[in-house]
């Protein structure tokens, strides 16, 4: 399938030479999918190793995640005020990021100034903000499950050392079951026949 002709948006920034994986802009509509199965598009070789780095979360992000916080759990006596905060309290920003967190009826009660990210439609930054989250919530389960600590430096995090790593096959095979996935190239075929 020639990528030239599907209508997509990429998710990853641009400026990183990251693998990429490309969602149909009409599936970044919050309001159109809520809860609906999304289509996949993926370009690269699956056999290539994906490594996904720690993203720190900018000053912008912090204070979105806190606003979810204060709608989602407004008792909680919880501010993420930095990276190393985010990772002392993971467990927690995982109970709270359930399904309505991705509604169009959810975010305008976060009444949150989206301005501050761009001037492109803020479901699309909601979006790529919530992948970045995600994508670190990975990371970390990742690394607790290794027979290792976590990486340290001093009495921190080293979120430099923060990484996962996958074959692009097995992250598709996670995938098949609630996505429906597009190749672009179709000579992968023969290691996904054998792999299933």
């Known amino acids: 399938m020639n990528k030239k002709n599907i209508e997509t948006a990429t998710v990853d920034n641009p400026n990183e030479n990251e693998h990429l994986i490309l969602f149909h802009k009409h599936t970044l509509d919050i309001s159109d999918t809520d809860g609906e199965p999304r ?3 993926y370009d690269e070789k699956l056999e290539q190793l ?5 993203k720190e979360l900018t000053s912008n992000e912090l204070k979105l995640i806190n606003k979810i916080i204060k709608l989602k759990e407004p008792s909680a006596d919880i501010i ?15 109970n709270i990021l359930k399904e309505d967190i991705y509604t169009y009826s959810f975010l305008k009660r976060l009444d ?4 501050l990210f761009g001037e492109f439609d803020y479901k699309i930054y909601f979006e790529i903000f919530l992948n970045k989250i995600k994508d670190n919530i990975k990371i970390y389960d990742y690394l607790v499950e290794k027979p290792a600590p976590l990486p340290m430096k001093g009495n921190s995090f ?3 050392h923060f990484t996962y790593e996958k074959l692009y096959i097995d992250i598709l095979f996670e995938r098949m079951s609630e996505h429906k996935i597009i190749l672009l190239d179709a000579t992968p075929l023969k290691s996904i026949v054998e792999k299933n």
């Open 112 to 115: 949150f100034d989206f301005s």
């Open 39 to 41: 289509n996949i598009v």
């Open 80 to 94: 993420i005020l930095d990276n190393q905060d985010f990772i002392h309290q993971i467990d927690f920003i995982k």
């Open 158 to 160: 080293d979120l430099k």
């Open 50 to 54: 994906h490594t996904i780095e720690f």
